[in-house]
């Protein structure tokens, strides 16, 4: 068998053992200080990275490293406290295994989150963006041999989220009296953040907001045909006419999402609960 599917089998079955008869319909990930949704839900199953052979553990300042499994809005879920990253130094193949484990749990959706900058004018520090599309600048985690058994070589990417989920989160945002944005996530590799050039490329190109993460585990789930919702929070305007004193600051950025996070963790529980 190929080495790649006998990790995410063993991987798997690892979870199974722990998880029993529990089987997860949404798997979520989430981002930078974007925690917070970990504490709503019922009756965790927490499974640390590194009690999981062959797993990577996530090095991200803001970032746990757990499979969290129980209820939220009345469905069973499946969440990584914490993202592994490519900037962290591991290949596409573990970047993406995590994704690849929901996947064989069984999870119908995956739900996305991320910190990101704000590129597009109109979009400030703590504004919420539903992603309706993005630009891939990171290697394509597809590349290699095909995984036969979770999805075609080529896979389409018209619709990458799902246009279903996307109306529903907008009427619920609507029913929260919250702000959203919709627009197309940017994905370079990082670590460093953009120069004002880069994020003036990006806006020219169509992306809204700019991040270092979340496509690959996107294109893992489109591989597999999952129906995949994803929310940023604008952590800093990234322009090219930044203040003379200013400068990207890590921490600021997870402080900035925390802030952010209650409104979004809001419509990802409601959106859960309307599956
Ligand atoms: N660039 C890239 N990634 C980010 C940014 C940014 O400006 N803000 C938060 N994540």
Partial sequence: MDTRVERIHFAADHIKSVIGDRKPLVGI????????LADAVKDPIVIPYKTIPGFPV???????????????????VIMMQG?????????????????????VLGIKYLFV???????????????????????????????????DEFGPRFPDMTRPYDLGLIA?????????????????????????????????YIRIIGGDVTGMSTIPEVITARHSDIAVFGMSVVT???????????????????KAADSAADNMCAIFERLIESL
């Fill in 83 to 103: 993202r592994i990253h490519y900037y962290e130094g591991y290949s596409m193949e573990l970047v993406t295994l995590p994704t690849r484990v929901m996947v």
């Fill in 168 to 200: 529903k989160a907008e009427e619920i945002a609507g029913e929260l009296g919250v702000k959203v944005h919709k627009g197309v996530y940017f994905g370079g590799t990082g670590p460093t953040y953009e120069t004002p050039a880069e994020y003036k």
């Fill in 113 to 147: 989150s991320n910190a990101a900058g704000g590129v597009n004018y109109d979009y400030h520090v703590g504004d919420l963006m539903i992603i309706k599309d993005h630009i891939c600048l990171q290697p394509n985690p597809l590349i290699g041999p095909n995984m």
């Fill in 58 to 76: 996530s090095t991200a300042i803001g970032h746990k490293g757990n499979f969290l499994v129980g209820e939220l809005g009345g469905k069973q």
């Fill in 29 to 36: 990930v989430l981002g930078s200080g974007l925690g917070k």
């Fill in 236 to 254: 800093n305007e990234a322009h090219d006419d930044y203040a003379p004193d200013f400068k990207n600051d890590g921490e600021a950025v997870v």
